[in-house]
């Protein structure tokens, strides 16, 4: 039996998922695995049982990972699961940045109270909230994920030109993606052509900032910013200074700051890329099944701190993972101390993440627990674990 601790309400969509062999409990210091979505766990004391922790979403910020990889505490995320939501989100965001639409509404508010007079001030103001259409304009996507891919094809399909740019593009993303979309070898090439530029990437020590007077240089005139993936990555000084020189003719961002808000030409939405009935189920769903498939199986998915490391299970056969540092001849060291142990060992599959590893061997026969004691004392084991 398994013990779930919720440090957020998860949609019954993804706890249903997980079976008669689980139990959702009210103790953190019980659990043997963790859902969360946006509570704040750096200042957790994390039990020394805990295996994993699943974040219902894509951003692990608001997660201590070096503290769980030091713990051996896998921690997964839900990557596409909200992809379509976001997506939808930067389509409309497309058309709020280009027909002042928002403006528009507001302004509309004031006219209340003129009676028979409303309709001709709509005419004679609706004038200030010309924008232009995105027919046959340029569209860059930075970062084709789950979500920059949706964005790009999407676009295209609305009569845009689509630059994409990503220079770690995965094969799956890459076969999802429209042959129509224009290859960008560089962000360079993405501010030079683009009269719409929508960021789609992690902030990290080199994304962080990157939207800042340099680039914003670099870019046509009246361009057009869109940020649905971290507030960041874009300075919202230099944005708002782009603003008022006319550089930069709109910014869309689903991250508002202090700054930003009430300053002209900014859209700013209160975060809501990810706030859908549908996507709020699709995270819990695929958490469920990541927490589910490593408890059960020892198999990993969607980490962002450990190896994608998987075997279809045998039946009969005694499963042996273990985490460890990624150290030289680990490996051959492992499989001596199984085979001492008076097992066979029937698969194997280890993989590598920075300084971090994950090992599997499928054994026919049994692995006594003096066996496991004798794996945990070897230095590179940080955690190991037997499913029967």
């Known amino acids: 039996m398994y013990q779930i601790h919720c440090l957020n309400k998860i949609s019954p969509a993804g706890t249903d998922r997980l079976g008669e062999n689980y139990t959702i409990g009210a103790d953190l210091a019980q659990a043997d695995a963790v859902l969360v979505r946006s509570a704040a766990m750096h200042d957790m004391e994390l039990p020394q049982q805990l295996l994993a922790i699943a974040r219902a979403g894509a951003g692990v910020n608001n997660i201590p990972l070096e503290k769980c990889s030091e713990q051996g505490i896998v921690v997964f995320n839900t990557p596409g699961a909200n992809a379509n939501a976001v997506k ?20 509309a508010k004031t006219l209340k ?6 309709g001709k001030l709509v005419e004679k103001g609706k004038s200030a909230f010309v924008g232009p259409e995105i027919l046959g304009k340029s569209l860059g996507v930075v970062g084709l994920g789950a979500i920059g891919v949706l964005v790009a094809n999407a676009a295209q399909k609305l009569g845009m030109t689509v630059y994409g740019y990503d220079p770690f593009l995965s094969v799956d993303a890459a076969w999802g993606l429209s042959s129509h979309i224009c290859h960008a070898r560089s962000l360079d090439e993405i501010y030079a052509n683009c009269d719409y530029i929508t960021l789609h990437l992690p902030q990290n020590n080199e994304t962080k900032g990157m939207i ?29 200074a782009a603003l008022e020189s006319g550089k930069a003719a709109a910014y869309v961002t689903d991250f508002p700051d202090d700054a ?20 709020e189920d699709n995270c819990a769903s695929m958490a469920a099944d990541e927490l589910k498939d490593y408890l059960e199986n020892g198999n990993i998915r969607n980490s962002v701190n450990m190896p994608a490391v998987s075997m279809a299970r045998q039946p009969g056969l005694t499963r042996i993972c273990i985490l460890h540092r990624n150290m030289p001849n680990t490996i051959s060291l492992f499989a001596g101390a199984v085979g001492a142990a008076g097992v066979n060992i029937e698969n194997m599959q280890s993989m590598s993440r920075g300084e971090y590893a994950y090992t599997l061997f499928d054994v026919s026969g049994e692995f006594a627990d003096s066996a496991v004691t004798s794996l945990e004392a070897m230095e590179p084991i940080i955690r190991v674990r037997v499913i029967r």
């Open 88 to 107: 939808e989100l930067v389509l409309c965001g497309l058309l709020l940045a280009s027909r002042k639409v928002a403006a528009g509404m507001d302004w």
């Open 113 to 118: 109270g003129q009676g028979d007079q409303v």
């Open 212 to 240: 800042c007077a340099e680039s914003l240089a670099k870019m046509k005139d009246g361009v057009r910013i869109l940020n649905f993936a971290r507030g960041g990555l874009v300075n919202s000084a230099d944005m708002i």
């Open 260 to 279: 930003l808000l009430c300053t002209e030409g900014v859209t700013a939405i209160p975060h809501l890329g990810a706030s859908t009935p549908e996507s």
